[in-house]
């Protein structure tokens, strides 16, 4: 006759470190997929006005170049309002054509404002 395995003729106490095992693991994974979720969330916030910003940078560049060309921007600072922040641009002209510009973006619902310095040609 075969010898039977001890462990399984006699299942007293079996079950119940088989499911510890297994809502241990399950438990992790969830907990694990959580995190990812909450992180994915973060950096979706995060591209999402990252894209904002280059919008405004676009949109008030755009326009400050269309006001020194027809000779209408006032000297030394422009205030540019949208309908989902401001842009404050303070200029100074380095040469003819080259301007440096510093953006400041005030972005409605975003506590921090976002500071860039670019140099733009202008013919």
């Known amino acids: 006759m075969k010898k039977q395995w001890l462990y399984l003729t006699n299942n007293d ?12 693991f399950v438990m992790i994974f969830l907990g694990t997929f959580i995190y990812l979720y909450q992180n994915e969330l973060l ?9 904002e910003a280059e919008t ?6 755009t326009e ?5 060309k027809d000779g209408l921007a006032p000297f030394g600072e422009v205030e540019y309002t949208y309908p989902n922040g401001e842009v404050n641009i ?9 301007w440096l510009i510093d953006c400041i973006i005030d972005m409605k619902g975003y506590k921090e404002s976002i500071q ?3 140099t733009i040609f202008i013919d």
């Not at 106490?13 to 241990?24: D, E, H, Q, R």
């Not at 400050?64 to 020194?68: D, N, S």
């Not at 303070?90 to 080259?98: A, G, I, L, M, V």
């Open 43 to 51: 950096l979706s916030e995060q591209t999402i006005q990252q894209i």
């Open 13 to 24: 106490g079996f079950y119940f470190p088989m499911v510890l095992v297994v809502t241990a």
């Open 90 to 98: 303070q200029y100074t002209q380095q040469e003819h054509s080259n």
């Open 56 to 61: 405004f940078i676009q949109m008030s560049r």
């Open 116 to 118: 860039i310095q670019y």
């Open 64 to 68: 400050f170049i269309q006001e020194v």
